[in-house]
Structures are given as C-alpha cells and as structure tokens.
C-alpha cells in the first residue's frame, strides 16, 4: 500500500534561510506524488506534483522539490525563507489502482519563519 | 475560474443533530473527495464520488454519507453528531484527465 512519512512536525526556518520539509514515501509502483499548502484556517492549495516526467519539479513560489527513487523520497526547498511561507506543508501520494484515485497524506509540517 | 467552493464556512451543531455540507466542484471537474481534518489526527479520506457514484469510502461509520447530484455538485450528510466528528471538512474535485486534485476552503464543523 501507498503511504507517506513527513518527517519533523515543526520546522523553524529564520527569513532568508534555506527551507527544506521531507517526505518520504512507501508505493511498489510508480508513484504520483504531490505537495500542498495549507495556511490558517483555510484549504490546501496545490504547491507541485510529481507524475514521472522530470525528476525535479518546479512549483508555486519559488518552491521544487526533486523525486530520488534511490531514496524513496520527495523532499520540499526553497532557497530563501519569506514570511509568508509559514503555514502546514503536506506531502500526498495518489493511490494507484484499476480506476481508482485517491490521495493519502503525511501529517503535515508546520513550518514557521523567524523575522 | 471558480474554484472548488463548500458552503457553510461554518456550522455548529448540538450533539445527536444532523449536518448537511455542501461542495460544489471547479467545472468541466467530474471526482469530487471529502476528507475529514480533525485536530491531531490530519487529512482523513472519507468519500470519492465520480460520475455520479460513490467509488470508494474511508473508513468512517456508515452515519457519513452524501451523494454527487447531476451537476457534479455533492453533499456530505452527518447523522447522529458526536463531539468527535468536529473538524475541518475539506472537498477536492478532479477533472479525468489530470491527476491534482483542487481543495475547497473547507467547512468548519463544531459538534457542542
């Protein structure tokens, strides 16, 4: 079965320093990977995907991250940290099957950004 | 474009009520998903309805439930509340083509 681990519940980050949020992930097959957003009190906003094509992918501000199957992992940067980039990250993998499609999630990551 | 949009914002219910929530999905969009996002306990898979059927469910009691009307639109229904059942209610929908699923902004249940 298809999972995924998040590692580090917290991630404090000061402004202007590298941000990198892991995920790892648990599929025997190819999987479709996924990053999301989620500030308070609202819903996920879609940062990234991955489906098999380049291994590095580049998402919403200014975000990427880079498929390593060697790894099993589909770890989140960002160069240089902004306020506003605090908020949950969760890392998702679609659930493959014979007409099937469904998300599972990691915990989450709450990232916060020190001024 | 619209995006996924879920109504209410907010709801608060006694105990034993019932809740109704509402999801209508970002058009040409035929999946629609509810997950339930409880405090501590992250993003939990509740439903997938696609064409108009329930194509899966997650392991929640069977007093979840909803259905996807013609227009793709879906309700989520909530027999017998528990105070457990207070949470964040988020819907996605899908088009059948593209594999990213869009969140709406989420219903805010609170069970007193």
């Known amino acids: 079965a298809q999972s995924v681990t998040q590692l580090g519940s917290h991630v404090s980050v000061s402004e202007g320093a590298l941000v990198l949020l892991r995920c790892n992930y648990s599929?025997?097959?190819?999987?479709?990977l996924f990053w999301y957003v989620q500030y308070p009190n609202q819903g996920l906003q879609l940062l990234l995907k991955?489906?098999?094509?380049?291994?590095l992918v580049k998402g919403i501000n200014g975000f990427e991250a880079e498929f390593k199957k060697s790894e099993t992992s589909f770890h989140l940067t960002k160069p240089s940290a902004h306020m506003s980039d605090a908020a949950e990250y969760f890392c998702?993998?679609?659930?493959?099957?014979?007409?099937?499609?469904?998300?599972?999630f990691g915990k989450g990551t709450k990232l916060s950004v020190i001024p | 474009e619209a995006g996924v949009t879920q109504s209410p914002t907010h709801l608060i219910k006694t105990r034993g009520q019932q809740a109704t929530l509402r999801c209508s999905p970002i058009s040409g969009h035929t999946s629609v998903y509810w997950y339930q996002q409880a405090l501590g306990l992250g993003l939990q898979f509740l439903l997938w309805?696609?064409?108009?059927?329930?194509?899966n469910r997650g392991n929640f009691p069977p007093r979840f439930s909803g259905r996807q009307f013609p227009n793709y639109s879906s309700e989520l229904n909530v027999n017998a509340l528990e105070l457990e059942d207070s949470a964040l209610y988020l819907c996605a929908s899908r088009d059948r083509v593209n594999t990213e699923a869009f969140f709406g902004q989420g219903t805010r249940l609170t069970v007193v």
């Open positions: 998702a993998v679609k659930i493959s099957g014979a007409g099937s499609y469904q998300l599972t």
């Open positions: 309805y696609d064409e108009g059927e329930e194509r």
């Open positions: 991955y489906t098999s094509a380049a291994t």
């Open positions: 599929s025997s097959v190819p999987p479709y």
